[in-house]
């Protein structure tokens, strides 16, 4: 994405940042917050960055990654810019995750003892990199937070980008409940709620014991057995 970074004392229009044969008017810039970790917090280094309006204006191409509140600094002459780390107007952000659908494979419904995998699926999810560190949760909010199990944030497991900027991978954990809308952690800014959701399977009765031995019982109404 192109990226235009204004300020002063830019020097002259130039060609690009590879000028050889004048290494003293390369132009050059990276962005970065330390402040964050994995991917995040990496120095990444713009690519293409040239002079566009002397003195004032440098035309900069951002390369893929992931983060927010990056600061942005550029070398010119051989001189690094000095800017404050406070100053919102020199720092940039990666677009936040955005999950479009949800897919469980052929499984219409979750095992309630997890280990199902879901595959999420929108875009800014940034680069298929282990450093890309991924983490989602899924939550029925259908009747506010809750402190019963149904009501809890699930938070899925090895969760990782399978296909770059596009598609991520999690496994479910134990749980229980239905309408469980996702959502995913990418650069350390979360997405919005997915309008897919996914349900844990319902519970099936499939005997009933009495100690060690079978019960049967017969019913003439709910409040009156014999």
Same mark, same amino acid.
């Given at each position: 994405?192109?990226?235009?970074?204004?300020?002063?004392?830019?020097?002259?229009?130039?060609?690009?940042?590879?000028?050889?044969?004048?290494?003293?008017?390369? @132009?050059?810039?990276?962005?970065?917050?330390?402040?964050?970790?994995?991917?995040?917090?990496?120095?990444?280094?713009?690519?293409?960055?040239?002079?566009?309006?002397?003195?004032?204006?440098?035309?900069?191409?951002?390369?893929?990654?992931?983060?927010?509140?990056?600061?942005?600094? @550029?070398?010119?002459?051989?001189?690094?810019?000095?800017?404050?780390?406070?100053?919102?107007? =020199?720092?940039?952000?990666?677009?936040?995750?955005?999950?479009?659908?949800?897919?469980?494979?052929?499984?219409?419904?979750?095992?309630?003892?997890?280990?199902?995998?879901?595959?999420? %699926?929108?875009?800014?999810?940034?680069?298929?990199?282990? %450093?890309? =560190?991924?983490?989602?949760?899924?939550?029925?909010?259908?009747?506010?937070?809750?402190?019963?199990?149904?009501?809890?944030?699930?938070?899925? @497991?090895?969760?990782?980008?399978?296909?770059?900027?596009?598609?991520?991978?999690?496994?479910?954990?134990?749980?229980?409940?239905?309408?469980?809308?996702?959502?995913?952690?990418?650069?350390?800014?979360?997405?919005? %709620?997915?309008?897919?959701?996914?349900?844990?399977?319902?519970?099936?009765?499939?005997?009933?014991?009495?100690?060690?031995?079978?019960?049967?019982?017969?019913?003439?109404?709910?409040?009156?057995?014999?």
């Amino acid at each position: 994405q192109p990226v235009y970074v204004n300020g002063t004392n830019f020097g002259p229009v130039t060609i690009s940042n590879a000028s050889v044969e004048s290494p003293s008017n390369q @132009v050059n810039a990276s962005y970065q917050n330390s402040h964050l970790l994995h991917l995040s917090g990496n120095l990444y280094r713009a690519f293409n960055c040239r002079v566009v309006i002397p003195h004032v204006q440098i035309l900069c191409y951002s390369v893929a990654g992931v983060g927010y509140r990056q600061l942005w600094r @550029v070398v010119v002459g051989l001189q690094e810019s000095r800017a404050d780390n406070d100053d919102a107007n =020199v720092t940039s952000s990666y677009l936040t995750p955005v999950i479009e659908h949800i897919q469980t494979g052929s499984l219409a419904t979750l095992d309630s003892a997890g280990g199902d995998q879901v595959t999420l %699926r929108g875009s800014n999810f940034g680069p298929a990199n282990e %450093r890309n =560190v991924v983490n989602a949760s899924y939550q029925d909010l259908r009747n506010g937070a809750s402190a019963s199990l149904d009501g809890l944030e699930f938070w899925a @497991v090895q969760c990782r980008i399978q296909i770059a900027h596009v598609e991520a991978v999690c496994m479910t954990v134990p749980g229980v409940g239905t309408q469980n809308k996702w959502q995913i952690i990418v650069g350390f800014q979360r997405s919005a %709620r997915s309008l897919d959701n996914t349900s844990y399977a319902a519970p099936i009765l499939s005997r009933l014991m009495a100690g060690e031995h079978d019960v049967y019982y017969a019913f003439t109404n709910i409040d009156e057995p014999y």
